[in-house]
């Protein structure tokens, strides 16, 4: 009937189906000790946005996602984590059959040497902190041998494409959405972004200033159609 | 008539009326960059039940919080402010009328020496933080010569009257609300919390498990109780 073929022409412009996108999203934190904590300004807006995308395109949506006050994305697969190792556990464990990574997290790049376990007290003048290196998620999933395509985010306060370039190739991207955090309300906790697209193909795309759900869309449809250029 | 003799009875219920009540709430953020930061775990929900329950007893209420997801009480003057610099800036400013002042925030102890006015590009296994000092608000409204009644919290995860009694003589406080952290689903982010008062006078009194709203107003009626008393 014509609710039926309605249906199925709906379904076939869906450019996800049938496709699992992971995505990581928010911030993490990395405690100090009980009550204190290091992280990174991250709203999730532009991750959970793209989750909302990705399911609205016929994914089976994966989100992994650090302390943030949004709610869950209907009919989305939503984990929540504080530190980057539980963040990095998670992408671990669920990655074998994923075919599109999306790494939209502000990851900590560093964490305390040492947790203390009891809140520290100090008196002294001057502290120091030590830290560490924590692992590079995106950088681990760019070096997996697979035919998953990986996608990353820049937020970059000086010579955007210049840092975004670098990082797509370092961390063996398909694709990285860069954004200029030095721009007054975009990004962080704002719900406008604009995004340059860059390729490792060379390609480059600029989503101009636009809500984070409309930015999201349009990396789904990009995404969808490199993936079918592929196959 | 009877309505306004039911209002005048009860106005004079109200235990804070003509008292003007200042509040800090929420964490502070110390920017590492314009990217990273170190902060405390603070919803800021116990601060604002408190400038709701002051305000309910009448009170002129100035809140000033840190960075929180909660919506500005109804008829309380909310600032917002980010680091513990800028909120010891607005108390230095606003205290002068002050009867009432209540740290309840929970502000970063250090700070970065240097904060880069670039994101960082680090590739060091290892990195150093330097952190010096930040204002104690708590501590230096404590030490001004002033008849008004000062509050503090303390989140402590163990011996936890101990270091409250310490925390309350060497801040010069009136009161201090001491709080349990190693306690699951207390505290931090929940709704619940359980408090033992301690006094500057030896008295003591333990405000059993409830919602921060109750405690709020519960510590209100103490606080207007020892108002009268004291005059």
Known sequence: DI??????LAECEKKLQNKVVMITAGPTVEAIDPVRYISNH???KMGYALARAAQLEGAEVRLVSGPVSLRDPHGVTTVRVTSAKQMFDYVKSNIAD????????????????EVASQKIKKNDDEMTLKLKRNPDILAWVGEQQATRFVVGFAAESQSL??????????????????????????????????????YRD????LLDIATKDALAADIMQEIGEHLKQRS
């Open 3 to 8: 609710a039926q073929r309605l249906y199925a």
């Open 42 to 44: 991250s709203s999730g």
């Open 98 to 113: 994923v075919d599109v990574f999306i790494g939209c997290a502000a990851v900590a790049d560093y964490t305390p040497v």
């Open 161 to 198: 494409k210049e840092f975004a370039l670098k990082k797509l190739q370092k961390k063996k991207l398909d694709l990285i959405c860069a954004n200029d955090i030095s721009q007054q309300g975009l990004g962080f906790n704002s719900d406008n972004n604009q995004l340059l697209l860059l």
């Open 202 to 205: 060379g390609q480059e795309k």
